[in-house]
């Protein structure tokens, strides 16, 4: 009996899921374990198993197509099975070859399109007769020139959208879903047609508020639709600055003797063990500061609850981690479970293991969940002050900026000396200001004096 690969729930708000690219093709042998596809979350880009042995019979969904969750996306024929007799399986929505009639093409173009920032994309409802080039759904029979995805053309059609005007980002150029999304928005903001690859050329001299024409129309300018991840950054992002109460306090520490510290230590390290592979940074002795710290102040451990305020037993301190621009760009916050308990060499590991595996696998849903407090350091980047959002259900996000060399006042003498910033965002309805500058003075005590950090 054929086994049917769905769109896995791979994180806890993951509703629908991209396939960025299969790596395997139909005919493939495939064994339990193999990774089959990166698939784009809500959160991150994943890798998705397979776990049962057999030879891949039909991938159902394209690259770049966006699906719900539980959506049969490939076939797999079982062990002494014809990969050739075997079919979608029944109820399959996501066939993009289906759908000739009409009435069918707008449930189609809508039952996968993902909520955007932007104006969101209309049933198609085809006006008239849409054109007779039906039996060009097939995109092989576009020719070298034009590929197009059949669920891209009908939405084209729909919206009454120029399809030589779109360059597609799907393999090889083929426009699919997306590229008609982005030229369907643009056209509803500014009645533009739009060339994604090259320029955005406005068909009439009227100037629309917000509308891309504002910063002109230089060769460089294109479209870039959303990916699922930045959409729910950019959701995730409002709701955070507009439902908490948002306020900054910023201190500075005096960094000389954890620079000193950290030297110190990295040099034991490497003479006693040198293929250990573990190189002490700044930020893992703010991570332990932090967790130390938060033990010790237990409000800015806390999450507001409507009409109670959720005070939390565990430390696990997120770090932001930037995704490459390869891996769709965007942020994602890896979780160091019990940070006040663990030493600076442990912290250091966890933290290089849950940023390599996020920049190249994608962390799971129990490494990105349960964070009680975040760090965000940009100080590897030379920034020496910024500030954060607070990351809910969080109360508050610490942003470090750069350890820097500069003039300073040590024992009311000048000297040169390592000095860096921090701000705190916090919610005000959890902590207040007093508390938030007792917790950031115990922080100082702790980053001065970062012996205490080694017991």
């Not at 969101?120 to 409802?125: E, K, Y």
């Not at 054109?131 to 891209?152: I, Q, Y």
Request: proline share 7%.
């Amino acid at each position: 009996m054929p086994i049917s690969l769905t769109m896995p729930r791979l994180s806890d708000t993951m509703e629908a899921g991209t396939v960025i690219k299969w790596n395997v093709k139909e005919g493939d042998k495939v064994r339990s374990g193999d990774i089959v596809a990166d698939i784009e979350t809500d959160k991150a880009t994943m890798e998705m198993q397979c776990f049962d042995d057999g030879t891949i019979a039909k991938l159902l969904v394209e690259p770049g197509k966006q699906v719900k969750v539980g959506t049969p996306i490939a076939v797999i024929a079982a062990k002494g099975e014809d990969p050739a007799s075997v079919g979608a399986p029944s109820g399959s929505a996501p066939a993009p070859a289906a759908a000739p009639a009409p009435k069918a093409a707008a449930p189609a173009a809508t039952s996968s399109v993902p909520v955007t920032p932007v104006t969101p994309i209309a049933p198609a409802t085809p006006s008239a007769p849409a054109t007779p080039r039906a039996p060009e759904s097939n995109a092989d029979a576009d020719g070298p020139r034009m590929r197009v995805s059949p669920v891209a053309r009908r939405m084209a059609e729909g919206e009454g959208i120029d399809l030589s005007s779109v360059r597609g980002s799907g393999p090889n150029g083929r426009i699919i879903k997306r590229d008609i999304l982005a030229a369907s928005a643009n056209k509803s903001a500014a009645g533009a047609s739009i060339d994604t690859g090259t320029k955005l050329a406005l068909r009439q001299p009227t100037v629309v508020a917000g509308a891309p024409s504002l910063f002109g129309n230089g060769p460089g300018e294109r479209i870039v639709a959303l990916s699922g991840m930045r959409q729910t950054i950019a959701r995730r992002l409002v709701e955070s600055k507009t439902s908490i109460p948002h306020y900054q306090v910023t201190m500075r520490f005096a960094m000389d003797a954890l620079m000193a510290k950290r030297a110190e230590m990295n040099d034991a390290i490497a003479a006693l063990a040198p293929d250990a592979g573990v190189k002490l940074s700044v930020n893992d002795f703010i991570v332990r500061a932090c967790a130390i710290a938060m033990a010790k102040h237990p409000y800015i451990n806390a999450s507001f609850g409507g009409d109670h305020i959720n005070v939390h037993g565990d430390v696990n301190v997120g770090i932001a981690i930037s995704l490459p621009e390869e891996r769709g760009g965007g942020l994602v916050v890896g979780v160091i479970r019990n940070a006040d308990r663990k030493s600076l060499r442990q912290l250091s590991q966890e933290s290089k293991f849950l940023a390599e595996k996020a920049r190249t696998k994608g962390l799971s849903m129990d490494e990105m969940s349960g964070s009680t407090f975040t760090i965000s350091n940009l100080g590897m980047f030379g920034v020496e002050h910024f500030t954060a959002i607070i990351n809910p259900p969080n109360s508050a996000i610490l942003a470090c900026g750069a350890a820097v060399e500069q003039p300073v006042v040590r024992n009311h003498q000048l000297a040169v000396g390592w000095e860096m910033q921090a701000t705190l965002s916090l919610d005000h309805r959890v902590i207040d200001g007093a508390m938030a500058a007792d917790y950031l003075k115990t922080l100082k005590s702790l980053i001065e004096t970062p012996a205490s950090l080694t017991v």
